[in-house]
């Protein structure tokens, strides 16, 4: 018995109204490797364009144990209060290999997960960083047609997460925790030259006086490198989770970034590098896919490893040969 196609109007429809049921199936329909799935997919992200690109976009970062999950919580239910809608999504390329660390996560915001006006979703297993994070740029914007005016995206993941999230997202927050002296030693570059903000949590009690040390250590790294905008200085704040101190001031700084920005142009500049880098996330995915499921190529690919692996085949012209195979 074959099912019947996807109502993609009705579904469209549901979604813009607030149900969350319909942005549920929505997310799983663009999670979807199913050819037929993908086709109703891409009608359905066109169709909800138009709805799109008004929320606050964050992309949040931070190493194990930094408070990540208790931070998004504690400032989910600050901006809820306020009388925004959040919604939290999570890049982790982890999640091919283990099935992902955000449920875990989602029982540690016990506010935020059983609100009304939130709404939390894992990253979907793609197999690939790429796929990931292509499913999470669409998944943001059904969560915008959707009534969602605040999309928070946690990298779950290190390293190369970190660039996706920064390159989907409109401020990219980077917490740490308090440390001694030598703190930044142990920090990478990269990181700090990606944040639009740097955020010391657990500055309270004991750890209070280590935080705005740590603080200073990070605003004397950051007066040594450029930048991303030369309308924004990226500042560093301190903050408690705990006890919900400097929630606050650290949105306030995310609003401040965004009239910046906008004053500037630097805002629209930065959502067409979005939509672009999405565009060839896509594209490389699309030929990732169809070298996987085209019989005849991927036969020849496999033969291709093969002679790489062996040694009788550089891997430059292995490649060429890979690209002639899709032509």
Same mark, same amino acid.
């Given at each position: 018995?074959?099912?019947?196609?996807?109502?993609? *109007?009705?579904?469209?429809?549901?979604?813009?109204?607030?149900?969350?049921?319909?942005?549920?199936?929505?997310?799983?329909?663009?999670?979807?490797?199913? #050819?037929? =799935?993908?086709?109703?997919?891409?009608?359905?992200?066109?169709?909800?364009?138009?709805?799109?690109?008004? &929320?606050?976009?964050?992309?949040?970062?931070?190493?194990?144990?930094?408070?990540?999950?208790?931070?998004?919580?504690?400032?989910?239910?600050?901006?809820?209060?306020?009388?925004?809608?959040?919604?939290?999504?999570?890049?982790?390329? $982890?999640?091919?290999?283990?099935?992902?660390?955000?449920?875990?996560?989602?029982?540690?915001?016990?506010?935020?997960?059983?609100?009304?006006?939130?709404?939390?979703?894992?990253?979907?297993?793609?197999?690939?960083?790429?796929?990931? &994070?292509?499913?999470?740029?669409?998944?943001?914007?059904?969560?915008?047609?959707?009534?969602?005016?605040?999309?928070?995206?946690?990298?779950?993941?290190?390293?190369? $997460?970190?660039?996706?999230?920064?390159?989907?997202?409109?401020?990219?927050?980077?917490?740490?925790?308090?440390?001694?002296? *030598?703190?930044?030693?142990?920090?990478?570059?990269?990181?700090?030259?990606?944040?639009?903000? /740097?955020?010391? +949590?657990?500055?309270?009690? *004991? +750890?209070?006086?280590? #935080? +705005?040390?740590?603080?200073?250590?990070?605003?004397?790294?950051?007066? /040594?490198?450029?930048?991303?905008?030369?309308?924004?200085?990226?500042?560093?704040?301190?903050?408690?989770?705990?006890?919900?101190?400097?929630?606050?001031?650290?949105?306030?700084?995310?609003? #401040? =970034?965004?009239?910046?920005?906008?004053?500037?142009? *630097?805002?629209?500049?930065?959502?067409?590098?979005?939509?672009?880098?999405?565009?060839?996330?896509?594209?490389?995915?699309?030929?990732?896919?169809?070298?996987? $499921?085209?019989?005849?190529?991927?036969?020849?690919?496999?033969?291709?490893?093969?002679?790489?692996?062996?040694?009788?085949?550089?891997?430059?012209?292995?490649?060429? &040969?890979?690209?002639?195979?899709?032509?």
């Amino acid at each position: 018995m074959t099912k019947a196609p996807i109502d993609i *109007d009705a579904l469209a429809k549901d979604l813009r109204a607030g149900s969350r049921a319909a942005l549920a199936r929505a997310i799983t329909l663009v999670e979807s490797r199913r #050819a037929d =799935h993908q086709a109703a997919a891409r009608e359905l992200v066109q169709a909800l364009l138009p709805h799109t690109g008004q &929320a606050f976009r964050v992309g949040i970062t931070g190493s194990p144990g930094v408070g990540k999950s208790t931070t998004i919580d504690v400032l989910g239910m600050y901006l809820i209060e306020r009388g925004h809608k959040v919604a939290v999504l999570a890049v982790d390329p $982890s999640s091919a290999r283990t099935g992902g660390s955000i449920l875990g996560d989602k029982t540690r915001m016990n506010d935020l997960s059983a609100h009304p006006n939130a709404f939390i979703r894992p990253s979907p297993s793609s197999g690939t960083l790429g796929g990931v &994070a292509a499913k999470t740029r669409e998944a943001m914007l059904l969560c915008e047609a959707a009534g969602f005016d605040v999309v928070l995206v946690e990298t779950v993941g290190i390293g190369q $997460s970190e660039t996706a999230v920064c390159d989907m997202t409109d401020f990219f927050l980077a917490l740490m925790l308090p440390g001694g002296g *030598d703190e930044l030693q142990g920090i990478k570059k990269g990181l700090i030259e990606l944040a639009d903000m /740097i955020a010391i +949590n657990k500055a309270d009690g *004991d +750890n209070l006086k280590r #935080a +705005n040390i740590t603080a200073g250590d990070y605003r004397g790294a950051l007066h /040594i490198l450029a930048p991303r905008s030369e309308h924004w200085h990226p500042p560093v704040v301190t903050y408690s989770a705990l006890t919900k101190t400097g929630i606050a001031e650290l949105w306030d700084k995310v609003v #401040a =970034h965004r009239t910046a920005m906008n004053a500037s142009g *630097d805002f629209a500049g930065r959502r067409r590098e979005q939509q672009v880098k999405w565009m060839w996330t896509m594209l490389e995915d699309r030929l990732k896919a169809r070298l996987r $499921s085209d019989p005849g190529i991927r036969s020849k690919v496999k033969q291709v490893e093969r002679d790489v692996a062996d040694g009788t085949m550089t891997p430059a012209v292995a490649a060429e &040969a890979i690209v002639e195979l899709l032509r």
